[in-house]
């Protein structure tokens, strides 16, 4: 069965103390992976997305990559308005498949 | 222009009951999909609408039921409200097949009690 497995669950980081995200997933036929940021009580925002091994997009601080397994969501210098919960999410023909989140929280 | 926009924001039903949920697409878009949240979990795959018709359904009961109108907008029905249905419901939407980034609503919170 296709899975997308998200680590940690949790993360707490200091004000400037970087970091890495990972998301594993197994699918039969990948079209796209996700990253996006959700707020509490608010629906997920787009951040990346990335289609093949060897990829990275960057957006202010965060930097993501794709291998043909799994995508690592690094968090350079970040700022307490860095935290939220951040998704995963494989696109398996049609059907978006999303991960639990890894809850960031940056204390300042 | 505004984005993904969800009605109601808040709903209380009881058990048993019936509830539909309406979802107006980003402007230029065209696919919507469905998707329930619980506390502390991702989002999971309800169903997804496109041309008015359910393309792709996820692992729901039946008393999970959709509509999409010809502009775009759409609805989901639940019936036979369950105190698991308790979630946020979050409405996406995107253009035709493309695998870009959907654009999520805010979400409609159902309490059942």
């Known amino acids: 069965e296709d899975q997308v497995t998200q680590s940690p669950e949790a993360l707490r980081l200091q004000e400037g103390e970087s970091s890495s995200l990972n998301c594993s997933y197994t699918?039969?036929?990948?079209?796209?992976l996700f990253w996006y940021r959700q707020d509490p009580g608010k629906g997920p925002e787009f951040l990346f997305t990335l289609y093949s091994a060897g990829e990275e997009k960057e957006k202010e601080r965060l930097k993501a990559t794709l291998t043909k397994k799994e995508s690592f969501l690094h968090i350079t210098a970040p700022k307490p308005e860095d935290s939220a919960t951040y998704l995963c999410?494989?696109?398996?023909?049609?059907?978006?498949?999303f991960g639990a989140g890894t809850r960031l929280t940056v204390k300042p | 222009d505004a984005g993904v926009t969800q009605s109601p924001t808040h709903l209380i039903k009881t058990r048993g009951q019936q509830v539909t949920l309406r979802c107006s697409p980003k402007s230029g878009h065209d696919t919507v999909s469905w998707y329930q949240q619980a506390l502390g979990q991702g989002p999971q795959f309800i169903f997804q609408?496109?041309?008015?018709?359910?393309?792709q359904r996820g692992n729901f009961p039946d008393r999970f039921s959709g509509h999409q109108f010809p502009n775009y907008s759409s609805e989901l029905n639940v019936n036979a409200l369950l105190l698991g249905d308790s979630a946020l419901y979050l409405c996406a939407s995107s253009f035709g097949t493309s695998p870009r980034g959907y654009t999520f609503g805010s979400g409609t919170r159902l309490t059942v009690v």
């Open positions: 699918v039969s036929g990948l079209r796209g």
């Open positions: 999410a494989v696109l398996d023909n049609n059907d978006m498949r």
């Open positions: 609408y496109y041309e008015e018709e359910e393309r």
